[in-house]
């Protein structure tokens, strides 16, 4: 219990020590910083997805021979349709952005800011909480060290994620205590939604492949919907591209070492 416990809080952690960078910068995070960051989160995610999501799916259904591939395809695009879904239907606005997306709404900016960062942060808390959930059923192998790898690596990549929402929060005029509380705050879903998918685990058990897909899609969706266009626009892109290698590289080997 107390391990699941910890690596449900570890990505709050995370995002906690990104948003204290607040306390550190006395200005905006320097572009090329921001861009390097952005490209780590999307090596990370990328990374989780594809070993620690998509191979686990597709190896639990591997008595089924050449169909073993089919819940992980189903799952991911269901995955994908989710976000998209919820993108469509959720009035909300990005960091760093001026117009808002969604449906029309007399939601204030921090509001449709905190639904855009909820939005972000639910795949990853389902992609930490179905892991969990797999590795205490033993699904495909799954460990609980594999699992807190997942959780850890997420967390390393809230890390950048929680800076980028409190440092422009500090660059509006807001104190650098409600800075750090709006960033930190950010991350409260990802603990929540990995929660649920635990304590509903009994009764998910034999659709679990397909969650396992179905998180690595909705993480994919934020990479390339989100994290990649704003990585890559403007100048220093070359620098977001170096990110994503490392953060790629360090997830692969987290998932391998302590899987």
């Known amino acids: ?25 006395k200005r ?53 349709l989710f976000l998209l879904a919820i993108d469509e239907l959720t009035p909300h606005l990005h960091v760093g952005a001026n117009t808002p997306e969604g449906p029309r709404s007399r939601l204030s900016r921090t509001a449709m800011l905190a639904l855009a960062v909820t939005i972000h942060n639910l795949p990853e808390g389902m992609a930490v909480g179905v892991v969990l959930a797999g590795a205490t059923q033993g ?61 509903l685990a009994a009764w998910l058990a ?5 969650l396992l897909a179905f998180a690595a899609g909705a993480m994919l969706y934020v990479v390339v919907e989100e994290l990649i266009p704003e990585a890559s626009q403007g100048t220093h892109s070359n620098l977001s591209t170096i990110g994503f290698a490392i953060g790629f590289v360090l997830m692969m080997v987290l998932d391998v070492v302590l899987g």
């Open 28 to 80: 905006d995070m320097p572009e090329r910083l921001q861009k390097a960051l952005l490209g780590f989160a999307s090596g990370v995610m990328v990374a989780a997805s594809v070993w620690s999501l998509l191979i686990p799916a597709i190896e639990a259904e591997a008595h089924t021979g050449p169909w073993a591939v089919m819940p992980a395809a189903v799952g991911f695009l269901l995955g994908i």
């Open 139 to 199: 699904t495909a192998g799954l460990s609980l060290s594999a699992a807190i790898a997942v959780s850890l690596g997420i967390a390393i990549q809230n890390i950048p994620e929680g800076a980028i929402i409190s440092m422009p929060m500090r660059a509006a005029g807001n104190s650098r205590a409600k800075s750090f509380l709006i960033g930190s705050l950010s991350g409260v879903v990802e603990p929540i939604g990995g929660l649920l998918v635990i304590l």
């Open 1 to 25: 219990m107390t391990t699941l416990l910890i690596g449900l809080l570890i990505p709050l952690l995370g995002t906690m020590l990104g948003a204290s960078f607040v306390f550190f910068m």
């Open 206 to 210: 034999p659709i679990l492949p397909y």
